[in-house]
Nanobody, 116 residues
Framework: QEQLVESGGGLVQPGGSLRLSCAASGSIFSFNRMGWYRQAPGKERELVAAEGSGSSINYANSVKGRFTISRGNAKNMVYLQMNSLKPEDTAVYYC??????????WGQGTQVTVSS
């Protein structure tokens, strides 16, 4: 059974930084696409950033220039460096992984709160 485990969330002041990490464990050798979504209270889950095969990367317009996604040297790891955080970035952040053969997997989520 494939599992995605996130870490790195927490409370940070506006303008601060956080780095989220996600590690996939299980039998899938390599995912075709890994990324991050977030869901704020009362809102739908939305894509934050994702990196696919060939290093194709997508960012939500709201985080461009502030967030950076990377897959890391180890397979099935994905990171999200978040800089210049704003209160509107407050949400539960979910790791997402997609395999053409095995489908989509989600982590349990990690809370990010941006507040003074």
């Amino acid at each position: 059974q494939e599992q995605l485990v996130e870490s790195g969330g927490g409370l940070v002041q506006p303008g601060g930084s956080l780095r989220l990490s996600c590690a996939a464990s299980g039998s899938i050798f390599s995912f075709n696409r890994m990324g991050w979504y977030r869901q704020a209270p009362g809102k739908e889950r939305e894509l934050v950033a994702a990196e696919g095969s060939g290093s194709s990367i997508n960012y939500a317009n709201s985080v461009k220039g502030r967030f950076t996604i990377s897959r890391g040297n180890a397979k099935n790891m994905v990171y999200l460096q978040m800089n210049s955080l704003k209160p509107e970035d407050t949400a539960v952040y979910y790791c997402n992984a997609f395999s053409n053969m095995y489908g989509t997997y989600w982590g349990q989520g990690t809370q990010v709160t941006v507040s003074s």
